[in-house]
């Protein structure tokens, strides 16, 4: 299983620590936070436009396409009841020359290689979400108070 920690530094600000690779984040000023950092929900719809792009990008790569300006926007709704993300929606820009490259058999194939990137699937078909609590051994509760994003020293 694969294992990343979350670590509460300060007010509304979390440290994510995964392989060689630390992030912040945090909640805007509005919502009580610094802003120095995204958001969790916003982490979770980053997660679904990078990988989309992340497939594009590989799908252009192996039809020898050009991907050059390829970008994905992603927009999200919430729903209440429970208070959630209720609907999210992808755009994926094709640069004038990939557009062109695709007739539409090709396009429909796209289609189906983005719908299918890990985080959409993820989201998609519910998976099981297990949390427990815990008592941290002795000595490891206390945060080192660095806040920098990035890579982490390793």
């Known amino acids: 299983m694969e294992t990343m920690e979350v670590t509460w530094l300060r007010g509304s600000q979390l440290a994510v620590d995964v392989r060689r ?9 509005d919502e009580g936070g610094d802003d120095r950092g995204m958001t969790p929900v916003e982490l979770l719809i980053a997660s679904l436009g990078s990988c989309i792009g ?3 990008a590989r ?4 039809h020898r396409l050009p991907a050059d300006g ?3 926007t992603v927009e999200w709704e919430y729903e209440e009841k429970p208070h959630r993300v209720g609907r ?5 820009r094709l640069p004038p020359p990939l557009a062109a490259a695709l007739d539409p058999a090709m396009r429909e194939r796209m289609q189906k290689v983005l ?3 890990t985080v959409h699937n993820t989201i998609a078909i519910t998976p099981r979400i297990d949390v427990r609590i815990a008592q941290a051994p ?3 509760g206390s945060s080192d108070g660095e806040d920098t994003v990035g890579e982490r020293a390793g």
């Open 70 to 72: 390829l970008r994905v």
């Open 88 to 92: 999210m929606t992808a755009h994926v």
């Open 59 to 62: 799908f252009c790569d192996r």
């Open 21 to 29: 690779h630390r992030l912040l984040v945090d909640q805007p000023a």
């Open 115 to 117: 719908e299918g990137c």
């Open 54 to 56: 992340h497939f594009a």
């Open 138 to 140: 002795p000595g490891a």
